[in-house]
């Protein structure tokens, strides 16, 4: 089965720093890479994702690139704040969509 | 804007008690899931539902496990004999196309 590896496993960063998170994955047929962003106690919330006909998608601070020759797909924060802190999971679909590989997650923290 | 909900939000248990966890997904969304997650960790699949039947399930669902959907807005997760090692978040999850909702979770603590 699929296997989503994730690093780094802690990041803290400077207020208004920007943060990168990557993730890689092991089954060529995923085809979609959401990311969470979970608070602490509270339910993981979708933040952005990617289908993988597309190299890049940008929400505002937020952006994912994907590169699917090297089956890597990273999470990009620009000018970090504080609430930005919290724990951002990384996941991959399985092609038929039935089924989501989670990353091991990435504690960022945002120092003000 | 509609949201995933679960009950209860937090479950007690006695080791080899039965327990249910109840999950309404969001009205017009086709794929729901149930998920664990141990404390400090990751998210951990367990299951998938498609057109009233499974259609995927991880090593971690075994036959301690069964979902049902036994109406038109419940979906339950049912673990017959509950060991000291299910005690976790379970979050249960619904989708449309793609894009998958998390509820708030069911904090299950076995003793």
């Known amino acids: 089965g699929e296997n989503v590896e994730q690093h780094p496993s802690t990041l803290s960063v400077q207020e208004g720093d920007s943060a990168v998170i990557k993730c890689t994955y092991s089954?060529?047929?995923?085809?979609?890479f959401p990311w969470y962003k979970q608070e602490l106690g509270k339910r993981p919330q979708l933040i952005i994702d990617?289908?993988?006909?597309?190299g890049e998608k940008k929400d505002q601070r937020i952006a994912v690139t994907l590169n699917k020759t090297a089956k890597h797909f990273s999470l990009h924060i620009t000018e970090t704040q504080p609430e930005d802190s919290a724990v951002y999971f990384c996941a991959a679909s399985s092609s038929d969509g039935n089924q989501f590989y989670f990353g091991t997650g990435t504690s960022l923290t945002v120092i003000p | 804007e509609p949201e995933v909900t679960q009950t209860p939000s937090h479950q007690v248990t006695q080791m080899g008690q039965e327990v249910i966890l109840r999950c309404v997904p969001i009205s017009n969304h086709l794929y729901f899931y149930w998920y664990r997650q141990i404390l400090g960790q990751k998210v951990e699949f367990l299951v998938s539902?498609?057109?009233?039947?499974?259609?995927?399930k991880s090593e971690i669902f075994d036959d301690q496990f069964s979902v049902e959907r036994p109406d038109g807005s419940n979906f339950t997760l049912k673990i017959r004999s509950t060991k000291l090692e299910d005690s976790a978040m379970y979050f249960c999850?619904?989708?449309?196309?793609?894009?998958?909702?998390f509820g708030p979770g069911t904090r299950l603590t076995v003793t």
């Open positions: 990617i289908r993988s006909n597309v």
């Open positions: 539902f498609y057109n009233n039947e499974i259609s995927e």
């Open positions: 999850a619904s989708s449309g196309v793609y894009e998958q909702y």
């Open positions: 089954d060529s047929a995923s085809n979609y």
